[in-house]
């Protein structure tokens, strides 16, 4: 779908939407809904749904298909997925060569381009085991400018000619000759190349991905922004556009560290919703620059740390006392336990039932253990996870298990023991670390890599969905009943379903006569529910040509 420039949106109409199935919790075999309003005024059966075909502006036959709450993607870099998008994507290179001619035509293809940028690779995947030398860069590009991020975008390479950009890059901690960039270095490099965007590209680009976005049934994403990873004008330009064009609901993080009431004010003037998203506690695996307890399995260090217990705690008291959300960028077992001992310091000075209230997140929150799942339950921490990375690393050959070993590698991403505990969980996809993929991502919770780790369809749905309102604080949206906010998305699907992890799972729960709503079948191997339509507050914001 193609958005239009700025236009007022059109008046909601009261629609009818009947003949399919509608997944809700009112009512678990309903086939039609109303929406008045931009809100769901009523859901239930066909034959009730007859009273109300004569006073609505609109009855849409939905032909046997499915209606769910749209999806909400909790943690997105909208910018850099839409020049992922309309720039060079490296993710499906299946060798150095073969990343090196995509560079080299990519270069003969956009001759005007400032600087030339790049996303995905990943030299994990590749038989040669290492990422594209700067000699072999400068030789593909011709000497021009290029910025090149690795697939979770902590560390990139570049080309001489924009290192030369950055006066005393080589003084910067992060730098090394022939090697990926991080840390300081990188971030200076990564505002280099993305100041020669120009505000016509990044408009493109961000049109593009909600675009994307609507697309797949996603009706709100949680962009991740802050001064390490983008500029003020990006963030605000965004939520700016998605104020003024149809599309999914843009719901800004600034990651910021707050430490007073001057601070919390300027996040709000910002138009953010929190100081969260990637405040970054630490890296990541890929990068080697995630915090760990014990040194890697394949490098003689534990990665790095840029928040401690002590600065998590100053921050969380800051925003809590202001009334803002706090939040952390957490990946190994070392930076979450800083967060979970600064958050605690931080409820011992203030009180556990102000930092609970306030709904403090964690993204990603990779290397739990059994007493930081305990933590996180406890203080109120709601874990925003993104499932598709152990699709794409996990597993005994995996990244994951390169970096850290199989058994620590087991470990990660303990969906079923943070949902036992009684964690919130608010899924997403990092995009473009992993792609904007919501039936994708509810697929890979529910055939974890990790057996011992995998959760239901149905849990992983509501985590995709409900999960991602109740991350902002909000316990009114992702769920289609009556007096929800009228996000939802339609979909062509095959027969409806209750998937379990295992047989373990109580049986009742899978039988009909249960009265849980069924799902799309997400076994691995069968095709995904394809989306008709994506409405947002009752407004149409995407319908797939020719469905």
Request: hydrophobic share 40%; charged share 20%; aromatic share 6%.
């Amino acid at each position: 779908m193609t958005q239009s420039t700025a236009t007022p949106p059109e008046p909601h109409r009261t629609v009818l939407l009947r003949g399919g199935d509608v997944h809700s919790p009112a009512d678990p075999f309903a086939t039609a809904m109303v929406v008045e309003r931009g809100h769901v005024a009523w859901v239930g059966s066909e034959g009730a749904a007859d009273a109300f075909a004569a006073g609505v502006d609109e009855v849409v036959d939905l032909e046997g298909a499915l209606v769910t709450p749209a999806f909400t993607d909790a943690h997105v870099h909208t910018t850099a997925t839409g020049l992922a998008l309309t720039g060079l994507d490296l993710s499906g290179a299946r060798s150095l060569p073969e990343a090196l001619d995509l560079v080299r035509d990519r270069a003969a293809r956009r001759p005007a381009d400032r600087v030339l940028l790049g996303h995905g690779w990943d030299a994990s995947r590749w038989p040669e085991g290492r990422q594209p030398l700067r000699a072999e860069l400068d030789a593909a590009t011709g000497g021009r400018p290029l910025y090149l991020t690795r697939i979770d975008v902590h560390s990139a390479v570049a080309t001489t000619a924009l290192l030369d950009m950055v006066p005393g890059v080589e003084a910067l901690s992060g730098y090394r000759p022939d090697a990926p960039l991080t840390g300081d270095a990188h971030h200076a490099v990564r505002a280099a190349a993305y100041a020669a965007v120009t505000p016509g590209q990044r408009t493109e680009a961000q049109r593009a991905a909600l675009a994307r976005a609507a697309s797949l049934g996603i009706g709100s994403v949680h962009e991740c922004g802050g001064p390490d990873i983008s500029d003020e004008d990006d963030f605000t330009g965004l939520l700016k556009l998605a104020g003024e064009e149809p599309g999914p609901r843009v719901f800004g993080y600034w990651a910021d560290h707050v430490t007073g009431a001057k601070d919390a004010d300027r996040i709000r003037e910002l138009g953010a919703v929190g100081a969260a998203g990637d405040l970054f506690v630490d890296g990541s695996l890929g990068s080697h620059t995630a915090c760990l307890h014990e040194p890697y399995a394949d490098a003689p260090h534990t990665g790095t740390a840029h928040f401690d217990s002590a600065a998590v705690a100053a921050h969380v008291t800051a925003c809590t006392e202001a009334g803002l959300q706090a939040g952390f960028h957490a990946i190994g077992d070392a930076a979450i336990t800083s967060v979970v001992e600064g958050v605690r310091a931080a409820a011992d000075r203030i009180g556990v039932a102000r930092v609970r209230a306030a709904r403090h997140r964690v993204e990603h929150a990779e290397m739990l253990t059994p007493e930081t799942v305990a933590a996180f339950a406890e203080l109120g921490l709601t874990a925003s996870v993104q499932p598709a990375f152990d699709a794409a690393w996990g597993g005994e050959a995996g990244m994951y298990a390169q970096r850290l070993g199989a058994e620590r590698a087991r470990t990660l991403n303990p969906y079923a023991a943070m949902l036992r505990a009684g964690v919130p969980l608010a899924f997403g996809s990092d995009s473009p670390v992993t792609p904007l993929d919501p039936w994708g991502t509810v697929r890979a919770a529910a055939f974890h890599r990790t057996p011992e780790h995998r959760v239901s369809a149905r849990a992983g749905f509501t985590a995709h969905t409900r999960g991602g309102w109740r991350a902002l604080g909000r316990d009114d949206g992702g769920v289609l009943v009556p007096g929800a906010p009228a996000d939802y998305a339609v979909w062509r699907t095959e027969e409806l379903v209750v998937q379990a992890p295992d047989d373990r799972v109580a049986r009742w729960s899978t039988d009909p006569r249960s009265g849980t709503p069924g799902l799309p079948d997400l076994t691995p191997g069968r095709e995904l529910p394809v989306c008709l339509r994506t409405v947002v507050f009752g407004h149409t914001v995407f319908v797939r040509p020719n469905a």
